[in-house]
């Protein structure tokens, strides 16, 4: 298996630990994957949820990516805290991207404190703040909205009302993207909240669940553009895209890069499916199950840094 590092790959990671984790009522709306948890009492759940993050945080470290592990307190009424890369992007070259929520309650997850981290620990040469879009009613969620081929640099993008085409336009044109944007809709008819449940990008493979894409002609262009920057495309069903196989995130450990998805998402995946990966990544399946309650499995919780280090 390579251990080449990819810039698709990034080797740090910032997470956040909730401390008062429920699922969040204001997402419910639009978001057909969350549900409410098994357990009921507040307590529990939240304690569920700490537990959970703070083992894939030490899983996701033994693999040799290093993890800037955050504390939410839940003072400030972010239960959705635990998904950080829907609030800001980092991009090689030094760029970084704050930005524009479309649940009030999410603008608070937005912290000062770790964009100083970035950029004290890594080069940054700019941060591009779109947030105020919000006061126009312009959304751009993130890594959640967009999924980004760094190496082609093309951002997916599937039409939702976290996804303002106005916003992706600005942001693709800051940061030398083409977007590429698509419709889809589940087994309902309704559009899916975010393209990074139903696609992922890795260096030499891509996860995609193309029934979900409404055009056949789009579909068939989302796989080509896929295969023409040289990965094998893997087919994702609509039942393993309601387990979450389309939320996970490439990372470049010590040993080689790894697929970091959830065990409910691993289970969903055939026998050839792992084969295609594994050529390429480990997998390093996490047990999330009260996390993936609030509607995001692995990859939202896991906010890439593609920033250089600086020199100790």
């Known amino acids: 298996m390579p251990s080449v590092r990819s810039i698709q ?3 740090a990671v910032v997470m956040i630990r909730p401390h008062r984790f429920m699922p969040n009522p204001q997402t419910a709306g639009d978001n057909a994957f969350q549900r409410e948890p098994a357990q009921r009492e507040r307590e529990a759940v939240a304690a569920a949820a700490f537990r959970e993050v703070t083992e894939a945080a030490r899983r996701i470290e033994a693999a040799g990516i290093r993890v ?17 890369n829907n609030w800001f992007s980092t991009h090689p070259g030094g760029h970084v991207a704050i930005y524009p929520m479309y649940s009030p309650n999410r603008r608070r997850e937005r912290r000062a404190d770790v964009v100083e981290m970035l950029k004290a620990h890594y080069r940054v040469q700019d941060v591009i703040d779109y947030s105020g879009l919000e006061h126009d009613g312009l959304f751009l969620e993130g890594t959640g909205a967009m ?3 760094h190496l082609a640099r093309v951002a997916y993008t599937a039409r939702s009302n976290r996804a303002d085409p106005v916003a992706l336009e600005r942001f693709s044109t800051h940061f030398n993207f083409e977007p590429l944007v698509f419709d889809t809709a589940d087994a309902a008819g309704r559009p899916v909240y975010h393209t990074n449940v139903l696609m992922c990008v890795a260096t030499e493979f891509a996860m995609v669940g193309f029934d979900m894409l409404t055009d056949p002609l789009r579909a068939v262009e989302v796989r080509a553009r896929l295969e023409e920057s040289g990965r ?3 087919a994702l069903s609509s039942a393993q895209i309601a387990e979450f196989a389309g939320n996970a995130i490439e990372l470049s ?3 080689g890069r790894v697929l970091a998805l959830s065990q409910r998402a691993a289970r969903s995946l055939r026998d050839d499916q792992r084969r295609v990966i594994e050529r390429s990544a480990r ?3 996490l047990e999330v199950p009260t996390i993936e309650c609030a509607g995001g499995s692995v990859r939202c919780m896991v906010a890439g840094i593609h920033l250089a280090p600086r020199t100790p």
């Open 232 to 234: 094998e495309v893997i």
């Open 283 to 285: 997998l390093l399946p």
């Open 68 to 84: 800037h592990l955050f504390e939410d307190d839940g003072t400030r009424d972010t239960p959705d805290a635990v998904f950080p």
């Open 9 to 11: 790959a990034p080797a």
């Open 253 to 255: 450990g010590r040993d």
């Open 147 to 149: 999924v980004f081929d």
